[in-house]
């Protein structure tokens, strides 16, 4: 309530100081007075809910009105907090009807939902309220710094990650640590044809930039992995290859840049300013073996970020690359791990660049060919969070492309819009919106990354 807020403005201006001194009292006013009227309002709407056993949304003559997600004042008094907690309850309802709830089913629903926070709520602790209090300092500074409580850490590297994963590691076998990947890379071959011929196209899918910062030899990284799919592909004849970095969170920043080297050589990949205005340009070095031919296409959507942002931007910079999909996330910042006395800081440490000077902040990396993006931009992506850096850019690194991959782009567009015009798919903005069971990682996107890839492949032998 309003009253609570006023309560807590003792604390504006001395929060630094007692946070510095170990004064945690802040944290735990507003944290225990927080769920004190957590738990009330679900008291509250477990009885709306109990005297109404065929609640579908309204209450009493009112209208169904979907609550704005920051409302512009807190409630006064209790008929205030009621009336708003009223509101909050028809607009549950809503959500669960418009996810397809079967008609006298929404009561039973709300009931069960309600039984599960009034649960998690009694289950919390003073750790958990330290927890969010330290994260939130934490964030204060920028969207992408965090704290880690002690359960979750045990060993500190100190590698650059960038990636939008809240905990950039998972711990594993003999507490090893290894960046979180949702799966490993996989590869496959595809027959696709054009121009009346079919091409071999072989398609690698990166999770993430993953690897185990205590394995020196890089044993257990992305890096070897996708040399070693890039190999088992090359024995089957592929002719081209697609790199599908859709829903990669991003990862290792050296990761990145190692994989980058596969393809373009011993080369500038990406530019590092550090909090102090210190400049470095790193690149990838000692590429035993290179693929500066083959055709090569990078598949990317709104949730390829960071690590993932910045191969893609060496690709298409260095001209080695066509991309493919939806605007990316637009993540420019590096994190690392610092260690406290109690749990650990991700904390955001560096800003980084691609080698044309251009920044990743915000941004992110714009197509070739441009494909419909499943997620708002507004919703989901950098811009889209609460308090994040702004854009800018650096000086351009020594550079100079190793291909012109951008000589056949006008024709592959035309190619791609004669296919896709009558796809709704691809024509149809509401599309994702009117069939919710479609995938972002439709496999409509993925087809015609290998119709462009074998396109780009018969253009580049003519």
Known sequence: MQSDIENFTQYKFSMNEDLAGGNLRPAFSIGNRYLEAAKKQVR???????????????????ETVSVPPKMANWPVNNLERENRWNLILQSYAETIKNNGAENGTVNSILVGELVRDKSRLESFTGEDIFNIYMNSVAKSFDSHSAYISPESSQLVDENLYTTINEKPYELGSASKRTLIASGVVTGHVSQV?????????????????????????????????????????????????????????????????RVSGMFIGDNPVVTVRDSRNRQETQKSLNNKKVEKNLPLVVLVDRVSAGASEIFAGAMQDYGRAIIVGGQTFGLGTAQAIQPLNYGELKVTVAQYYRVSGEGFQKKGITPDIQFPNAYDQYELGEEALSNPLPWNSTKAALYSPVMNVNAYLERLNEGHKKRVADNPVFTQKDYFQQYKYLPPHSDEFLKEGEMILADLIRLSGE
């Open 44 to 62: 509250y709407m477990q009885s709306v809910l109990a005297s109404s056993p065929k609640f579908e949304g309204q209450i009493g003559n009112s």
């Open 193 to 257: 044809a054009s121009g009346g011929r079919s091409y071999k196209v072989g398609v690698i899918s990166i999770p993430s930039f993953y690897f185990d910062p205590y394995d020196i030899d890089d044993g257990n990284s992305v890096t070897k992995d996708v040399r070693q799919a890039l190999l088992d592909l090359s024995k089957q004849g592929i002719e081209g290859l697609i790199l599908d970095l859709r829903g990669n969170p991003g990862g290792a920043l050296a990761q990145a840049v």
